[in-house]
């Protein structure tokens, strides 16, 4: 779990809404679960309170739906990354999970081949499981570094999106010890982002860290109804990623 003058402005814009406080949710819906899991805390997962059904608005999940990016860095290297929803689960400590495959391009190539695995709880969470990644050069694979699977080895599941996030709230996403042990702080609900796929407001933005790289930091950008939008490493690197097309899935 990872350009353009247009990039620029959708930044700039960004960061002014988030200094203006733009974040302050106005909900009147009841809270959800008053705690999220951090770093290496256990946290109890009971399987009867989740779903495979993820519609968080922030990041759905229908199977069948595909998220494509393009992804850049400061060498100038253009990667291409196919993310799609299967139909297929795994079962996880219990939890029926979906399974989405994440392929990274380079010039054709494949570099990067991944299978995540979510699943979403009663209040709305969308919490990740695991992943099993290998990343390839010249056509062999070089690792399988990252691969982490909840209840093996003491990795436990974190939380992608949560159920109704608000400006200061802290979760881990994921935790494999020396692995995995990526981390997320809610930002702005009212975050605006232009991408080659359109344009956005009240968008959800996190910072997105780990102990792991302590000197790198990202954020990313959901739209609602669509997903991930805009990922951009504002600290320790340059690499950006942003969505080229949508395909929803049947049914939405």
Avoid at 40 to 63: C, G, K, Q, V
Avoid at 218 to 239: F, I, M, N, P, Q
Wanted: glycine share 10%.
């Amino acid at each position: 779990m990872r350009r353009s003058t247009i990039l620029g402005l959708s930044v700039l814009v960004v960061a002014l809404s988030a200094a203006c406080g733009g974040g302050e949710s106005t909900s009147t819906e009841p809270a959800a679960r008053a705690e999220l899991p951090r770093g290496s805390e256990p946290f109890t997962l009971d399987p009867a309170d989740f779903t495979t059904e993820i519609d968080n608005p922030y990041w759905p999940m229908r199977p069948g739906s595909r998220r494509v990016y393009r992804e850049t860095d400061a060498e100038g290297n253009v990667q291409r990354n196919d993310v799609t929803v299967t139909h297929r689960t795994k079962t996880i400590s219990g939890i029926e999970a979906v399974v989405v495959h994440d392929v990274v391009r380079e010039e054709g190539e494949v570099t990067e081949d991944t299978f995540d695995w979510y699943a979403q709880d009663a209040d709305g969470n969308v919490w990740y499981l695991g992943e099993d990644t290998r990343e390839y050069e010249q056509g062999k694979l070089k690792t399988t570094e990252g691969s982490w699977e909840a209840g093996v080895d003491g990795a436990l599941a974190g939380i992608v999106v949560p159920a109704r996030p608000r400006p200061g709230l802290t979760y881990r996403e994921e935790y494999y010890k020396g692995h995995a042990e990526d981390g997320a702080q809610t930002l702005t609900l009212n975050a605006h982002a232009r991408v080659p796929y359109g344009t956005f407001d009240h968008m959800l933005e996190t910072r997105n860290f780990s102990p792991l790289e302590r000197d790198v930091v990202e954020e990313k950008l959901y739209a609602r109804g669509v997903g991930v939008a805009l990922e951009l490493t504002v600290s320790g690197g340059s690499d950006r990623s942003v969505l080229l097309s949508f395909e929803p899935g049947p049914h939405y």
